[in-house]
């Protein structure tokens, strides 16, 4: 191939890690490799890459005020501007838009240029960058076959290539999980930010699980201010856990749970659902155009997790919810038996023939 690709993405690591993995599949390619985003996504890249990247100041309009809104608009704006003299410098053969507004800027200048533009939606629902920009995208791809807003007239231009996830995730080889009845693990995901709310509900619906006479082990993620407060909690009631803000080990301890509780980010869903590991999908409420429940609720479709809205997340719908579980294990089996039904196995060829016409 050796040509060059524009990524364009930013913001959370939906958005960002979807990006992160076809980045190094291409550059394994042959391929030379730029990324344009913001400073979050930036400080993804830091720690999970060594591509050469750009960061553009982009604000979204979306719920602003009037003041705010023009604002925005101008630093869009300039922000097209300075995306033109990008384009006109690097030369690329194929721009790749993840979505978030970050991407807006450098993908609509693509077309001031003829430079074919492809954009990905990794969610339930079409993002709004994404839906502004799939007019001139030459190709939409899909992470979930069909988003719920999505435009009917840019259906011939579609193909659903599945969730673009590590390839170490995608190769895992996942063991049968055996039902251990003295020790049964949790792992609870509250995104890239953490979950206060989970760190003020779990804890409680653990020790009552407890005293129920179940052993458990917990990881959970938390924010920063709660860890220590956790930690003594646990401690306290004699529960084994591990309690972290990050952690390198993810991938262990997925593949090592009998059950998750989790937000319901595209990037985090598929990998539960990738390693076979049943969870509590608890969306998050103020997620923008409501996607983090058109997520959880596709999948809860689909038989491959439980969900419980955050406005019933309380200690006792938690506890009465996981004792249903512990108490008829075969609700995890028919689970873990719907999720041999996806697979992200052929992602990243799906994702090569779609734009090799392109490169």
């Keep these: 191939m050796n040509k060059k690709i524009i990524f364009t993405t930013g913001g959370t690591g939906g958005h960002i890690f979807p990006a992160i993995n076809l980045m190094k599949f291409f550059s394994k390619k042959g391929n030379k490799i730029l990324l344009i985003t913001d400073k979050r996504g930036k400080n993804f890249v830091d720690k999970n890459s060594k591509y050469e990247s750009m960061i553009i100041k982009v604000s979204s309009p979306t719920n602003k005020n009037f003041i705010k809104k023009i604002f925005s608009l101008i630093v869009i704006f300039s ?13 690329p053969n194929l721009i790749f838009g993840f979505g978030g507004y970050v991407s807006f800027p450098i993908s609509f200048a693509s077309k001031f240029f003829k430079i074919p533009l492809v954009i990905y939606e990794n969610n339930s629902t079409l993002g709004r960058a994404n839906k502004k920009l799939a007019p001139i995208a030459k190709k939409i791809l899909l992470g979930i076959k069909t988003p719920s807003n999505f435009i009917a007239k840019y259906q011939s231009k579609t193909i659903c290539i599945g969730n673009i996830l590590d390839e170490d995730i995608i190769n895992y080889l996942t063991k049968s999980k055996k039902e251990n009845n003295k020790i049964f693990s949790i792992l609870v995901l509250g995104g890239s930010q953490g979950s206060e709310i989970f760190g003020q509900i779990i804890p409680p619906a653990i020790k009552m699980i407890k005293k129920k006479g179940f052993e458990i082990q917990i990881n959970q993620q938390c924010v920063k201010d709660q860890k220590n407060s956790i930690i003594n909690f646990y401690n306290k009631n004699d529960i084994k856990n591990n309690v972290f803000t990050f952690s390198n080990d993810i991938l262990k301890m997925i593949a090592l749970s009998d059950l998750a509780i989790s937000r319901c980010g595209a990037s985090a869903t598929a990998e539960l659902v990738q390693m076979k590991t049943p969870f509590i999908a608890v969306p998050l409420p103020q997620s923008i155009d409501n996607h983090q429940y058109l997520n959880a609720k596709h999948y809860n479709d689909k038989g491959y997790c439980w969900m419980m809205e955050q406005k019933n997340l309380s200690i006792i719908n938690l506890f ?7 108490n008829d294990k075969k609700k995890l089996e028919n689970i873990r038996f ?7 196995r052929d992602v990243y060829l799906k994702a090569e023939n779609a734009v090799k016409e392109f490169i």
């Design 338 to 344: 719907n999720m041999k039904k996806n697979n992200s």
């Design 79 to 91: 922000a097209i501007l300075k995306s033109i003299l990008i384009i006109k410098k690097e030369k």
């Design 320 to 326: 009465n919810l996981i004792i249903s579980i512990l």
